[in-house]
Each structure stands twice: as structure tokens, then as C-alpha cells.
């Protein structure tokens, strides 16, 4: 352990070599001038918070300076960001490749007229739906749909398994008067008791419907009317689980248990599960997994009762995992029948299986329907991601991260805990919340960025051109840290 760290240690910056792989001119390493979040910053937020509720917003950075893996900031400082726009960026900062897309003359008109794409779309969009989105969709699946964030496309996810239910009940019949009319006063039967049954610190997003599949944290809820939803308990797998694997069993069959039984007492008080949402990694509630084998299962309660099994793949998806997206690692054997996607994939949106297609218009609509310029950015992505073997490198860089963090737990045990994650989508546990947030606010003054999720955990988002050294440049920072607590 000891000769790894010191190994670790000596990458304390990038070498030309290292930087000039996937972005010429990236800084070689972090450069902090003043405390973090410096004096221009915080001014800078007292003046937004007349304005706007500010109270989320860290520090302001200098984006015409910020390049590949560094964030800049408005006081001068560059910091190494594990954060990436909390896992938006997939090619960090100013790729060369998406500027060029941009400035391009033929994606000019996707920039100045921005159509409605639910109503007029433009002549070459099914092109592009096909050389971008249908090109990475998970296999066997037929139909995508844009939206325009994350909330909304689960939001409009759970629609269509609403839409497919309530047109599976009525046999092919259209509609009856009394539905048309009723539901325009909230009212049975246009109006039925439909629920998404979720999971207990699951993160869907902050619309009525997506928010009332949401348990992670009070700040997201508070105040807010939602629906009342089943949610099921999530299983809380003991590490390393290589040493607890039937307990884990026995965790996951008492949660898939609890699923079915309270699909079965909504049932009898007349609310019927239309659908069954859940994260492959549960990001904002603190970066927890259950097993291949716990997701196979619960496709399988979906198949045998005829419910939509939807996987939120909005933080998991585009190669940070190590593979396109996350619930690729459970081996299924079908798709999901809904994929929701947003962040990396630059547009947000779902993937569908044809049969839960509406047939009528303006069941799945909004004005825009997304934003055709994401998709040449997407593009740009998607042709960089396969030139560069971008998935594989998020699997071979996951591997140092965890193997890093995973000696800096048997160096630090009081202080690090339950190293966990697939690919380089990592977390671990402080030791308490008081000290996660510590570890995030002493990285930050020694320019890495982080954030926490959970109650106490700290995650790793970088971006998929992270290199050996931008990981050693974490671990390294990481321990001084530790080191100094």
C-alpha cells in the first residue's frame, strides 16, 4: 500500500504527453490564488441573491478559460473537476470538437429558429434522430422521445406508461364521454388512480410527478404537494460485498418482497402500479447499487404484471459506468422498457419500446420537445466517445480511481468507508456528515473539485477524458487531505 501511495503521490501534475491525449492546452494541474470559493465569487453571489434564491450556488467560474478536465474561476483559480457540471460534461470544457460543430455554417439554422419539434420538425431531423440517439439506444428498443431536462423526461416516461395501462384496459376502445369530460375536472373515471411505485432515497427530479417519486432529501419536497405513491425500500448492501453475499441476498429478496406486496395493497384499495422506476446507481440519495440480480428480478415482477419497468439512467448513462449505460452491467435479458436520459447525453429524453408508442398526437407534446442544437453537440460527442474509445477508458481509469480509494479506506478507516461504484462512477463514506463536507471544502481549496450526495457521502463525476494522471491528481489531493485531518 505504502509503495502505491508514494507512486500516487509523485503524479502530483500532468506530463505534456498526458494532456495532449484527448484536449491540447489543458492545464497540467490545478492553480489556486485565492481561498475557495474566492472574494470575487462570493460578491458575486450576494449580488445574485438580491435578485434570485442563490443559495445553491458554490462559485462562479470563467468558462472562456475552463478547458478539458479545470474549471476556472472568476478569481483566477483552475481546479481539477471530478464534478463536470454534476455529470453533464462528457468532454469537459471547450472540447475542440464541439466548437467546431457549433461554429459549422450547416448548424447555424439549429441555433437561430428553434422549431417546435412536436409540430414542425425540421426536413433532416429523422437523419439526425438516427445518426444520434437511435445509434447508442439500448438494443431491442424502437422509439425516443425528446424532452428537455431530466424531471420531464421521467415526468413524461411516467405518462406513457399511464397511457399504455389505461389503453390496455380499454381493449382498443377509444375514450368514453365521461372519460373526455371528467378529467377535466381531476375526476374518475378521464382521472384514474394510476401510480409509479419508486424506491426510499430514489432522485427523479423535481416535477409533481417525478418529485413524488423522489425520497432523498427533505429540500427537494418540502412544502410541495405530490402524489401519493408507493415507494418500496432499497436494499442496503453491506461492503465489501464479496464478504456479506447472503446477507445481501437476503437484503434484496425482503425489498423485492416488499414490492410486491405493496403493489398488491394498492391494488385492493383500488390504485393500480403502472409502472416501476429506479436508478441503476442511486445518485443523489448517496451513490447505492443492489446487485445484477435484484434488477433482473424486478424487470421480472414488471413482466409478470404487466408493468412498465423504467430505468432512470439520467446520471448513469453515456460511459461513465464503463459501459454506454449503467443496466448494461446487470445482463438483462431485454431492455427496459423505458431508458430516461438527460446530462451527458447533452439532450434529455426517453427511449421507448414501440408498443408503448401513443397512437393519438399531443398525448406525449410540449412546444419544443427538446432542442435540435444539443443534437450536433451530441454528435460531436458521440463521434469523439467512439474515436477515442471513451468507454473503455471510464473502465480502466474507474479501475485506479477505486483502487486508490479503496487504499486510502485501509489507510484511513476512521475516515473513509464502503468504497463502492461501477466504472468511474465512485463514492465512499466520511465518517460523518460534518466531515464528508470538510473533505469536499479542503479538496476544493487544494483545486479538486467534489460534491457530497447522501447523508455523508462524497462522489466522483469526471468527465470521460479523464486520464492516469487527472485520477492520481484526485487520489494524491485526497490523501493530503485525509492526511492533515
Not at 429524453?349 to 444539443?374: A, S
Amino acid at each position: 500500500m505504502k509503495r502505491i501511495l508514494t507512486h500516487l503521490k509523485s503524479q502530483t501534475r500532468c506530463s505534456k504527453r498526458h494532456t495532449s491525449s484527448y484536449v491540447q492546452g489543458q492545464p497540467d494541474g490545478p492553480t489556486m490564488k485565492t481561498a475557495f470559493p474566492g472574494p470575487k465569487s462570493l460578491a458575486q453571489k450576494a449580488a445574485l441573491q438580491n435578485m434570485q434564491a442563490a443559495g445553491g450556488v458554490s462559485f462562479f467560474a470563467d468558462y472562456n478559460k475552463s478547458l478539458g478536465n479545470y474549471v476556472a474561476d472568476v478569481d483566477g483559480n483552475v481546479l481539477l473537476d471530478f464534478l463536470m457540471q454534476i455529470s453533464s460534461l462528457p468532454l469537459g470544457y471547450n472540447h475542440p470538437r464541439i466548437s467546431e460543430a457549433m461554429r459549422d455554417p450547416k448548424n447555424i439554422s439549429r441555433l437561430t429558429t428553434r422549431p417546435a419539434l412536436g409540430f414542425i420538425p425540421p426536413a433532416d431531423w429523422m437523419d439526425q434522430l438516427n445518426s444520434t440517439l437511435m445509434s447508442v439506444a439500448p438494443a431491442g428498443v424502437d422509439g425516443v422521445q425528446l424532452m428537455m431536462c431530466g424531471s420531464c423526461g421521467n415526468e413524461y416516461a411516467f405518462k406513457a406508461a399511464f397511457i399504455y395501462h389505461q389503453a390496455k384496459k380499454r381493449g382498443g376502445a377509444l375514450p368514453t364521454a365521461e372519460e373526455n369530460e371528467s378529467c377535466l375536472w381531476n375526476k374518475k373515471p378521464g382521472s384514474p388512480d394510476l401510480a409509479i411505485l419508486s424506491f426510499e432515497n430514489a432522485f427523479h427530479g423535481r416535477t409533481t410527478g417525478s418529485l413524488s417519486t423522489s425520497h432523498a432529501k427533505p429540500v427537494h419536497k418540502l412544502d410541495f404537494p405530490t402524489l401519493d405513491w408507493p415507494h418500496a425500500p432499497f436494499p442496503q448492501l453491506k461492503y465489501p460485498l464479496e464478504k456479506h453475499v447472503k446477507e445481501n441476498r437476503n437484503e434484496e429478496q425482503r425489498c423485492l418482497n416488499e414490492v410486491e406486496r405493496l403493489i398488491d395493497e394498492r391494488a385492493a384499495i383500488g390504485q393500480s402500479v403502472a409502472g416501476i422506476v429506479v436508478e441503476p446507481i442511486m445518485a443523489e440519495g448517496g451513490d447505492h447499487a443492489a446487485t445484477p440480480e435484484f434488477y433482473k428480478q424486478l424487470q421480472a415482477i414488471c413482466k409478470k404484471r404487466d408493468i412498465v419497468f423504467i430505468v432512470d439512467e439520467v446520471q448513469t448513462g453515456v460511459a461513465i459506468t464503463g459501459k454506454m449505460w449503467g443496466h448494461e452491467h446487470w445482463g438483462l435479458e431485454s431492455p427496459p422498457d423505458i431508458t430516461v436520459f438527460a446530462k451527458k447525453m447533452i439532450t434529455a429524453g426517453f427511449f421507448y419500446k414501440k408498443h408503448l408508442i401513443p397512437e393519438q398526437g399531443h398525448r406525449i407534446f410540449n412546444t419544443w420537445m427538446g432542442d435540435p442544437h444539443k443534437l450536433v453537440i451530441l454528435e460531436a460527442v458521440l463521434e469523439v466517445t467512439k474515436e477515442e474509445k471513451l468507454i473503455e477508458n471510464m473502465a480502466t481509469q474507474g479501475v485506479r480511481l477505486k483502487e486508490g480509494l479503496q487504499k486510502l479506506q485501509e489507510k484511513y478507516s476512521d475516515q473513509v468507508s464502503k468504497v463502492r461504484g461501477v466504472g468511474s462512477f465512485l463514492a465512499f463514506d466520511g465518517s460523518s456528515p460534518e466531515a464528508r463536507d470538510s473533505i469536499i471544502r479542503r479538496m476544493g481549496d487544494k483545486g479538486v473539485l467534489a460534491l457530497g450526495c447522501g447523508s455523508q457521502s462524497l462522489r466522483l463525476r469526471p468527465a470521460n477524458i479523464i486520464e492516469q494522471c487527472h485520477a492520481d491528481i484526485f487520489i494524491n489531493t485526497l490523501d493530503e487531505v485525509l492526511k492533515e485531518t
